[in-house]
């Protein structure tokens, strides 16, 4: 069983401010996703990354795969009330035959 | 607007009776997977299929836990008996695999809130 670890566990910050989330694990992935979930629904994707030294950018979001895919962090910029959410990365393993989740990031931002 | 869709939303059943959650993945996805979610553990992996077919239930209790697909549009995860332990979130998503080697993007319903007295 691959394990992702997820840092900080909780975070809560005042809008406007800037965080970061990391994503680790000791197993090699062939891609990595990046997932928020809101009270009372699914979570829902947000990104994949696949190649190593991937950066992606989704509006305040940056999204960073490690080079040897083995770990991802997630990058927040002025951050808002609309992004509190549970933050879940999930690594699909080498043969992609799993999804497997982080405990995830339960984030707060304070107006 | 497809979507994943999942019943019931809400579950309270009695120790020891029988709970169906059924799912209905999003037309022409090719891969269903069952998670179970609690504070304590997280999102689980219960089971997963591919074309309908089981790939890995090895996160399921094998004694209590059954999932199958009966059709390309329903999936069911049983459990038989129920024990106040099983008091989770149960996510069914679903997922298109173009190839292997590549990684599935899950799209998740609501969820089956079930509580076991």
């Known amino acids: 069983t691959q394990l992702l670890e997820q840092s900080p566990q909780f975070l809560s910050i005042q809008e406007g401010e800037n965080l970061t989330v990391y994503c680790n694990s000791s197993s090699v992935f062939s891609s990595l996703q990046w997932y928020r979930q809101e009270p009372g629904e699914g979570p829902v994707l947000l990104v994949t990354v696949v190649t190593g030294g991937e950066v992606k950018k989704l509006k305040r979001l940056t999204f960073q795969f490690g080079d040897a895919r083995k770990d991802s962090s997630l990058h927040i910029t002025a951050a808002q009330p609309g992004d509190t959410g549970l933050y879940l990365c999930a690594g699909a393993g080498g043969s992609a035959r799993q999804l497997t989740f982080g405990s995830g990031t339960q984030l707060t931002v304070l107006p | 607007d497809a979507r994943v869709t999942q019943t019931p939303r809400h579950k309270v059943t009695e120790m020891g009776q029988e709970v169906t959650m059924r799912c209905q993945p999003i037309l022409g996805h090719n891969t269903v997977f069952w998670y179970r979610q609690t504070m304590m553990q997280g999102l689980e992996l219960l089971a997963y299929f591919r074309n309908r077919a089981p790939l890995d239930d090895s996160g399921m209790p094998k004694d209590r836990f059954s999932a199958e697909m009966p059709d390309a549009t329903l999936a069911t995860l049983k459990i038989q008996p129920s024990e106040p332990r099983d008091s989770a979130v149960y996510f069914c998503?679903?997922?298109?695999?173009?190839?292997?080697?590549?990684?599935?993007?899950?799209?998740f319903g609501q969820g089956t809130r079930l509580t076991v007295v």
């Open positions: 998503a679903s997922g298109l695999v173009h190839s292997e080697g590549a990684g599935t993007e899950a799209f």
